[in-house]
């Protein structure tokens, strides 16, 4: 199967990149094909994955400073402090492959970036008593912010 992102505009078909649509057609030149359209599903943005990765410093920030290091939150046996990509891989992660059967961030969708968020978020509050909002553009630039004055 083939696939290629286009736009309907005016009762055409209008491809995203139109080369290698154009090089796909010919491969079916002059045999019956079956054509299925189907709404594209937007993945999470830019925005979103700076958001994103954004909140996994700040909850591990907030779980280090509550003490609760991943020793007392996960597992007995890792003693190391939480860092951004330790709550993108133990807390993150297993709960949307299991919820999404998905592997990477990048396969999320933006309603589903919510679900997870929602999930993870509700479980670390209820064990640690530590909440952290989902940063919003306001928190984005207010931390864009801090770093252009802490250079």
């Known amino acids: 199967m ?79 402090p939480w860092s951004g990509i330790s709550v993108k891989e133990y807390l993150w992660r297993p709960i949307q492959e299991n919820y999404l059967k998905k592997k990477s961030t990048i396969q999320l969708k933006t309603e589903e970036i919510d679900q997870i968020f929602d999930i993870v978020n509700r479980i670390v509050g209820e064990r640690t008593g530590v909440y952290i909002p989902f940063p919003s553009i306001e928190t984005l630039f207010e931390e864009y912010e801090k770093e252009l004055r802490s250079r």
């Open 2 to 80: 083939i696939r290629h992102k286009c736009k309907i505009e005016n009762g055409q078909i209008i491809p995203i990149k139109p080369d290698r649509f154009k090089n796909d057609l010919t491969i079916f030149e002059g045999k019956f094909i079956e054509l299925q359209i189907d709404k594209l599903k937007k993945t999470r943005t830019s925005q979103q994955n700076r958001a994103l990765h954004l909140w996994f410093t700040q909850l591990a920030v907030a779980l280090n400073n509550a003490g609760w290091d991943m020793r007392k939150l996960i597992r007995e046996e890792v003693d190391i």
